[in-house]
């Protein structure tokens, strides 16, 4: 089974993808040169200094607070090897974690370790042979929920029982989305988590501060590689499952928002860089051989590292270990974890042996009453701490800064026309159809749909940001295709150009609310802006247009609908060729995105920081209102909300044609 963090791309050519890929990989060779140049101690701590400062910053910083935990101990469960607490306390206030807590049933003071779930939707109770293992042996073992998993589903409805959004991975991507808006990543709420873990770990007196050691499996070993880096009270870390250098990753299982940083690849990162930046830090990477993250790439990050550590002296701090079987920790890996924190935290003192231990089901494991933090008191969910992080952090800028900004997007285009092919020709009723190829830029072709009227001479046009009528539903409505409006402009005796942007249709899994994330992602991974690249897209198309002898280019047009307004204005605010544009059922700005539980394709308008300083109204403002006709805004969930404005709404049954009138007035 696939975890629910992971996009992986259907079997086929994808050209936009080796396009992107090409990309990644040099500035991969890149990075990799720079740290085989390094071979002294002092070499290594200039660059661990460059890596801390990096990562710390596409974080976007981590969360300061510090304040009283308010933990609880909710029940107990005793068995013959140990005794489970049931525990809650606050990451944030009211932001609440849940645990269960593993301990030796003789009085005594015990090394801790942290156990982080993987991307199972149970969370906790995946972990519990390793942990009542860990405290069979004399540990304090604490297992707990990772946010949007088990008892912290962030969107938990009561009435249904259930998260609207689907599961973990789910969320995850939701609301990393959201942290990329405002120049953060989501993972600094993942590594705060594990903060507090320790920080609970401490406070007990059971547990000796100065032996804590973390580990888990996929997402709970991207966790536990995160919090040992950058945790310096962790003093042993055994991550498994999840360990691969980003020239697999890129193609293969790229990672969701807390497992990828943003901009990672183009800021000379790799996932090498976590272990050394934690050097000496003792390490056991761990792999499985029939896993996603197969052993190899895992053992080539391993390699690595364990050079880093050779320049410190100290390469028997660092070792690799491969289970058999399929992703997870089989016994063999679960008893190398225990020989790691033996020899690590309890001076090589203990039998590392995987031993049977009394299991307890979901249900006996849950720490709150109703299976969900939502019923605690001044309960606040991750979207909540975001939007106020969002409003904290605003930092308006003006119409000067905007345009500055679209030009270090690169949304404009060159102004030289494309060459362009036909590929199909075909008839509609009253115009002709020609189905076109060309370039957007070298290595990106895309396809277009000309929609061309009778009659001779320069004719208007409308270019319109194509949308197909998927399989599956959006939320509230079936997604309708743009072919009806293109067709009713050509009706009119204009020429209607439907472009299909640059795209990874193999990596659109159709899981509800996110689009192709995955696609957003790697393009922010290599420094790049989907959003931003497509409306490039639509001003090529403008330029292949403009050079045509049938086009009027002093009078051309955009449409677009739902998020994808987002794109043309991008476009209109960069070039004022586009003389009037047509939002259709857009979404009304950036900042209501940070109000509401879910959203519907946030990760379409997704510009690292962008949030922070701009919104829909200065792209309009600089387009300039006479030019933006709006109908039907919506919310991020696609449902249209009653405005105030200058805003043009539809009568239930009304046909495309009058509107299309209005447009081209």
């Not at 890149?30 to 200039?46: C, G, Y």
């Not at 932001?95 to 993987?118: D, H, M």
């Not at 995850?172 to 808006?181: A, Q, T, W, Y």
């Not at 586009?578 to 950036?590: F, V």
Request: hydrophobic letters at 40%; glycine letters at 10%; one cysteine or more.
């Amino acid at each position: 089974m696939l975890p629910l963090a992971f996009g992986l791309c259907a079997q086929g050519p994808d050209p936009f993808l080796s396009w992107l890929d090409a990309r990644a990989q040099e500035q991969l060779r890149q990075r990799a040169q720079a740290v085989a140049s390094i071979r002294t101690p002092q070499d290594a701590d200039r660059r661990k200094q460059y890596v801390r400062a990096k990562m710390l910053d596409l974080l976007g910083g981590l969360p300061t607070f510090n304040g009283p935990l308010n933990a609880r101990v909710t029940g107990r469960l005793v068995s013959e090897t140990h005794t489970i607490e049931k525990v809650i306390f606050e990451s944030l206030p009211g932001f609440y974690i849940t645990g269960n807590l593993y301990r030796p049933n003789a009085p005594g003071r015990y090394p801790g370790v942290l156990v982080p779930s993987g991307h199972t939707q149970e969370g906790k109770p995946e972990t519990q042979v390793v942990a009542a293992n860990l405290a069979a042996q004399g540990f304090v073992a604490l297992a707990y929920d990772p946010i949007g998993q088990g008892e912290r589903e962030q969107t938990y409805l009561p009435q249904l029982g259930r998260a609207l959004s689907g599961g973990g991975g789910n969320e995850h991507l939701e609301l990393g989305v959201r942290n990329i808006l405002i120049g953060q990543s989501v993972a600094r709420y993942f590594i705060h988590d594990a903060k507090r873990g320790v920080d609970y770990l401490i406070s007990r007196p059971d547990v000796d501060p100065d032996r804590i050691g973390v580990t888990g499996c996929s997402g709970g070993g991207a966790i536990t590689t995160y919090a040992a880096t950058f945790d310096p009270r962790i003093k042993a870390a055994a991550p498994g499952c999840f360990i691969s250098p980003f020239g697999f990753l890129f193609t293969g299982p790229t990672a969701d928002s807390e497992m990828s940083f943003p901009q990672f690849i183009s800021s000379g990162l790799d996932m090498a860089d976590f272990f050394e930046l934690a050097s000496p830090l003792p390490w056991l990477m761990m792999a499985t051989t029939e896993d996603y993250f197969p052993p190899g790439p895992a053992r080539s990050v391993f390699e690595e590292v364990h050079r880093w550590y050779s320049v410190y002296g100290a390469g028997e701090r660092v070792q690799f270990f491969v289970g058999n079987g399929p992703h997870g920790t089989p016994r063999e890996s679960r008893e190398e974890i225990y020989k790691w924190m033996i020899r690590w935290l309890k001076d090589g003192k203990g039998e590392a042996r995987d031993q049977p231990v009394k299991l307890y089901t979901n249900l006996e494991l849950q720490v709150t009453r109703g299976g969900n933090v939502d019923g605690e008191p001044r309960s606040r969910k991750l979207y909540q701490i975001i939007g106020d992080e969002f409003r904290a952090r605003r930092q308006p800028r003006g119409a000067a800064q905007l345009r500055e900004e679209l030009r270090r997007l690169g949304v404009g285009s060159t102004g030289k026309a494309p060459a362009a092919r036909v590929v199909a020709r075909g008839e509609g009723a009253g115009f002709r159809i020609e189905e076109i190829q060309f370039e957007s830029e070298p290595g990106i072709t895309l396809s277009a749909r000309l929609y061309l009227p009778p009659g001779e001479g320069r004719k208007p046009a409308v270019v319109i940001f194509e949308e197909k009528r998927l399989r599956v539903p959006l939320f509230v409505q079936l997604s309708q295709s743009t072919a009806a409006v293109a067709e009713s402009v050509a009706k009119s005796g204009w020429i209607a150009v439907e472009l299909d942007p640059r795209d990874s249709p193999a990596a659109l899994e159709g899981r509800p609310f996110l689009s192709n994330w995955v696609t957003n992602e790697r393009a922010d991974l290599v420094g790049l802006n989907l959003a931003a690249m497509r409306a490039r897209d639509l001003l090529v198309t403008i330029d292949l247009l403009s050079a045509r002898p049938d086009v009027d280019s002093a009078s051309i047009r955009g449409y677009a609908r739902g998020v994808k307004g987002f794109w043309l204005m991008l476009a209109a605010a960069s070039d004022s060729r586009l003389n009037r544009i047509w939002l259709d059922r857009t979404p009304w700005g950036l900042a209501a995105a940070f109000d509401a539980p879910l959203t519907n394709h946030l990760f379409d308008a997704m510009i690292p920081g962008f949030a922070r300083h701009w919104d829909y109204k200065d792209l309009t403002s600089l387009i300039g209102p006479q030019r933006v006709y709006w109908t039907d805004p919506a919310n991020w969930m696609n449902r249209i909300v009653p405005l105030e404005g200058p805003y043009r709404y539809r009568i239930v049954g009304e046909s495309n044609d009058p509107i299309v009138a209005e447009f081209l007035r």
